[in-house]
């Protein structure tokens, strides 16, 4: 075969046939095909789309380009969930060690942030001591032991998509059902999950903005787990306003911390317990309820000990910025929109992501709402506060908070319109 070939194909939208995909994703692997043919061919896939013939066999071209991962000799029947990335969705934290204490364990293997969207590693490194690096035996050996183990997905795992997603995440070919669904499921196919829930977000603050898209990927990324024997079911959740009242790393633990005490922002315990219970339901296992083992503070203790077991001390103060800036709301009235877009590239350019790859980010940047959509305000309260350790930071902070949010006077969610802050 000749990249160029495979290139030409794909851009006059032919169909790529099965040895064409399988040479082409190991080539590029292997350093054969080159970065610039592999964006070129990115951008055809792009723009010309895969049928689901294709997007399975890439999928399982990707899956073989490393090792697979088997928990079938653990004593736990195994669960895990993926969310296609938002702002504020700190979920993971108080999610894994819930279903851990329902007696399912989950090998949940993590990312970074990528653009506005934050990445659990990032969150979880916030925490004294903690460490995101395991070996395959010390994961095995945590998932064993306490049922819960949240980690960076080790080199060997599905290194096509490694290469790939770096480069698409330079040559604007994120945004494409075919490379996202199978960037997500050959790395969740080859972890050995024995099922998965998939939370596919749509809404300005999500990768797929608009939910027909969002099902879309949804389906393919469904069909793609259940042919290879993973049973897999999807939700569709919301994503145009951040989850919970905060977007950041040191905060988002704070608030995970919260929900696993009984407590915190009503959507993300909403979210937790429904995803709780359907990652139950995909292990076969639901003999209990996730709200009452939340409510019973045994999650809590799984929490303490997958902390610890990674190093970390659950019971450390968090970091705390050096300096805070405070939005202030404008006018009275009900917070009809709170745009996730915006909060989130808020919270990315305070330094809780990063502009360039490998960069360190800043443990305690973040944005902290004290408003959700909905909510009364009253002319001169905070609406947000931004935290950061370089306060040169703030401007292009408050810059992207722009026109993000509306206040009105009507009654939201009650028919009413609401207006721009008046
Ligand atoms: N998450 C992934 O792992 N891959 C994508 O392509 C998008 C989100």
Redesign the pocket.
Known sequence: FDAVEVIAAKRDRHELTDPQIDWVVDAYTRGIVADEQMSALAMAILLNGMNRREISRWTHAMIASGERMDFSSLSWTTSDKHS??GVGDKITLPLAPLVAACGVAVPQLS?RG?GHTGGTLDKLEAIPGWRASLTNEEMMAQLEDIGAVICAAGAGLAPADKKL?AL?DVTGT?EAIP??AS??MS?KIAEGTGSLVLDVKAGSGA?MKDVDQARELAETMVALGNDAGVTTVALLTDMSTPLGLTAGNACEVAEAVDVLAGGGPADVVELTVALAREMLAAAGKDDRDPADVLASGAAMDVWKRMIRAQGGDPDAPLPVAKETHVVTAPTSGTLTRLDAMGVGVAAWRLGAGRSRPGEQVQAAAGVVMHAKPGDAVTAGQPLLTLHTDTPERFDRAVAALDGVYDIGDGLYGAGTEGGKAS
Do not use: D
Request: aromatic share 16%.
């Open positions: 296609t990335g990312g990528l997603y698409r994120v490379l996202i960037s997500i790395k990768f």
